[in-house]
């Protein structure tokens, strides 16, 4: 059975860092990181593919970065200069099928149970 298990959300004020894992139950190639505010749609941040194939979306860029460890089977996301529009739980995802990486929610098969992440001003 796979599982994906988010942890590392909090509060934290705007400027500050988090740092978000997911540990998987297996390797997978492709993974990505998703967040959702109540009422909005789902919104991919960043997404990691075999090798040095990353993505992520414009508002995020330079300012969080992921990475993966195979060995440990765990998925990092490294957030800094939090905003408030950050706010949001974050899930982890994870699909089977391609290695290349995808913001779209329909390139994933798993997904996480979400960590909160709230930042103030």
């Known amino acids: 059975q796979v599982q994906l298990l988010e942890s590392g959300g909090g509060s934290v004020q705007a400027g500050g860092s988090l740092r978000l894992s997911c540990a998987a139950s297996?390797?997978?190639?492709?993974m990505g990181w998703f967040r959702r505010v109540p009422g909005n749609r789902s919104e991919g941040v960043a997404a990691?593919?075999?090798?040095?194939?990353?993505a992520y979306a414009d508002s995020v860029k330079g300012r969080f970065t992921i990475s993966k460890d195979n060995a440990k089977k765990i998925l990092y996301l490294e957030m800094n200069s939090l905003k408030p529009e950050d706010t949001a739980m974050y899930y982890c995802?994870?699909?089977?099928?391609?290695?290349?990486?995808?913001?779209?929610?329909?390139?994933?098969?798993?997904w996480g149970q979400g960590t909160q992440v709230t930042v103030s001003d």
């Open positions: 995802a994870a699909g089977i099928v391609g290695a290349e990486s995808s913001l779209r929610a329909n390139a994933y098969d798993y």
């Open positions: 990691i593919g075999r090798d040095t194939d990353t």
């Open positions: 297996r390797i997978f190639l492709k």
